[in-house]
T-cell receptor, first 118, second 110 residues
Framework: EAQVTQNPRYLITVTGKKLTVTCSQN?????MSWYRQDPGLGLRQIYY???????DKGDVPEGYKVSRKEKRNFPLILESPSPNQTSLYFC?????????????????FGPGTRLTVT | ELKVEQNPLFLSMQEGKNYTIYCNYS?????LYWYRQDPGKSLESLFV?????AVKQEGRLMASLDTKARLSTLHITAAVHDLSATYFC??????????FGTGTRLQVFP
């Protein structure tokens, strides 16, 4: 089944304790992205990646790191989490195959990771 | 800077009625998305609109794009309770980041 998976789905941690949220897709998609969702703010893009070893900042990259060493994986790293990073996080992937077809730009979202930093 | 505004933020409508959600954006874009999110769930893709005048329909939902006015609409026809959810539009340009609207929370009552 074509899907985007995230782990863990729920995480409670303490300030300053490094953590990684994994994201994996099995659709051979070029594009992957991380978002955070907060009440009243919608979704905001943290980082995105157009291909292996190519990453770029989104709207709210501060406090986060990413890497894209393999096409299928795009982990989100919080080196020193703080309470303001408590949020719902979504990973997404897209074929980004170019051309004029809308399917090329379709984004598929993972199930989400609810992170609480105390 | 690309900004996206959605309105209304909340919409309570009776079953059988029609209504429209609006998505305005501030700069040139070449991709516009509509998503649905149910409480506690992930985002479900509804439509991807790429060109001026694009119109797509799925069931009781129809989305359109006017790139000159920088406006997309999501029209709901004869609403049913199952359409209750939060709807987001999102706008992107080339390889730039994707900007989401703050969402429209739709509640359909009998």
């Amino acid at each position: 089944e074509a899907q985007v998976t995230q782990n863990p789905r729920y995480l409670i941690t303490v300030t300053g304790k490094k953590l990684t949220v994994t994201c994996s897709q099995n659709m051979n998609h070029e594009y992957m992205s991380w978002y955070r969702q907060d009440p009243g703010l919608g979704l905001r893009q943290i980082y995105y990646s157009m291909n292996v070893e190519v990453t770029d900042k989104g709207d709210v990259p501060e406090g986060y790191k990413v890497s894209r060493k393999e096409k299928r994986n795009f982990p989100l790293i919080l080196e020193s989490p703080s309470p303001n990073q408590t949020s719902l996080y979504f990973c997404a992937s897209s074929p980004w195959a170019g051309g004029t077809g809308s399917n090329s730009y379709e984004q598929y979202f993972g199930p989400g990771t609810r992170l609480t930093v105390t | 800077e690309l900004k996206v505004e959605q309105n209304p933020l909340f919409l309570s409508m009776q079953e059988g009625k029609n209504y429209t959600i609006y998505c305005n954006y501030s700069t040139t874009s070449d991709r516009l998305y509509w998503y649905r999110q149910d409480p506690g769930k992930s985002l479900e893709s509804l439509f991807v609109l790429l060109s001026n005048g694009a119109v797509k329909q799925e069931g009781r939902l129809m989305a359109s794009l006017d790139t000159k006015a920088r406006l997309s609409t999501l029209h709901i026809t004869a609403a049913v309770h199952d359409l209750s959810a939060t709807y987001f539009c999102a706008v992107g340009r080339n390889t730039d980041k994707l900007i989401f609207g703050t969402g429209t929370r739709l509640q359909v009552f009998p």
